[in-house]
Structures are given as C-alpha cells and as structure tokens.
C-alpha cells in the first residue's frame, strides 16, 4: 500500500508540475523524422531465431510445468530413497547364499 501512495504521489506531482504526465521535449528539427531515430543496429537472422525461439517457447514451458514439476518431485524421491532402488535392481542383495 505504501508503495501505490508513493507511486500515485509521483505522478500526480508531474502532473500537477507540467499540466500532464509528460516530460518536456525539445522542439523538432528540419530533418527529423516522425518515427523517431534508430538507437541501434537492426537485429541479426540469429538476433531473430533467437528472440522467436523465446517467444515461441514460452508457452510450451507454461503447459507443461506441471508434469515436468511432478517428474522432478518423484526423481527426487527416488534418489532420496537409495535403499528401494538397491532392492530393486538387487533382489538378492544382502542375503547369504
């Protein structure tokens, strides 16, 4: 709550400083584009590949948290519980002849 009040406090002091919410800009210039400049170069094709694969991987990760969470829970109780996995793959083990 504290943090809202604070955040409503600092736009409102811009507000009530400029008359909006926006900061003052300089006048345009002969030249300057409506669309603003570039600040860098454009991506690269792996740029690209990258930021798609991302993108599209996303939602793969959100369907599947559940099962992947259940697998790693029930690993981690495999490997927690060594003696069942002895006796499993050892049924003998431990017995004299």
């Known amino acids: 709550p504290t943090c ?15 008359g909006s919410g926006r900061s003052p800009r300089r006048a345009p210039r002969p030249g ?3 669309r603003g400049s570039p600040s860098g ?22 369907a599947f948290a559940g099962p992947v969470s259940s ?7 495999q490997l927690a519980n060594p003696q069942l996995l002895i006796e499993t793959l ?3 083990a431990g017995e004299t002849p």
Request: glycine share 8%; aromatic share 12%; no cysteine.
């Open 4 to 18: 809202q009040l604070d955040a409503a406090r600092f736009a409102a002091g811009g507000v009530l400083r400029n």
């Open 32 to 34: 300057d584009s409506h």
């Open 41 to 62: 170069s454009p991506l690269s094709r792996y740029q690209w590949f990258g930021m798609l694969w991302l993108l599209s991987a996303a939602p793969l990760l959100v």
């Open 71 to 77: 697998y790693t829970q029930a690993t981690g109780e």
């Open 90 to 92: 050892l049924p003998d």
